[in-house]
């Protein structure tokens, strides 16, 4: 059974940072297309960050320059560097990963429990 834990979400003031980890445990043969995930009150859910299959980064317009995702394949963990914070990142961040238990196993789709991260004086 594969589990996926965030930490790093809390108050910061505007300008400050925040470094968010996922980290996942359990029958893992590989992690793929990592990314983070964002949803404020009464608004959907958007991509804030990913990697691609191909190792690239992709990023939310409002978050260019400021945000960066990054993964240790030894820990199994994927991270968002969040720099320069405004209050309108004021969200849940939640992790997204397609994990493969196998070889040759199908890829499932898997989110964290989501972090809160509130930006505030």
């Known amino acids: 059974q594969v589990q996926l834990v965030e930490s790093g979400g809390g108050l910061v003031q505007p300008g400050g940072s925040l470094r968010l980890s996922c980290k996942a445990s359990?029958?893992?043969?590989?992690?793929?297309?990592p990314g983070w995930y964002r949803q404020a009150p009464g608004k959907q859910r958007e991509l804030v960050a990913a990697i691609t299959s191909g190792g690239g980064t992709n990023y939310a317009d409002s978050v260019k320059g400021r945000f960066t995702i990054s993964r240790d394949n030894a820990k199994n963990t994927v991270y968002l560097q969040m720099n320069s914070l405004k209050p309108e990142d004021t969200a849940v961040y939640y992790c997204?990963?397609?994990?493969?238990?196998?070889?040759?196993?199908?890829?499932?789709?898997?989110w964290g429990q989501g972090t809160q991260v509130t930006v505030s004086s």
């Open positions: 359990g029958s893992i043969f590989s992690i793929n297309a």
């Open positions: 997204n990963v397609r994990i493969a238990v196998a070889r040759y196993s199908h890829e499932s789709d898997y």
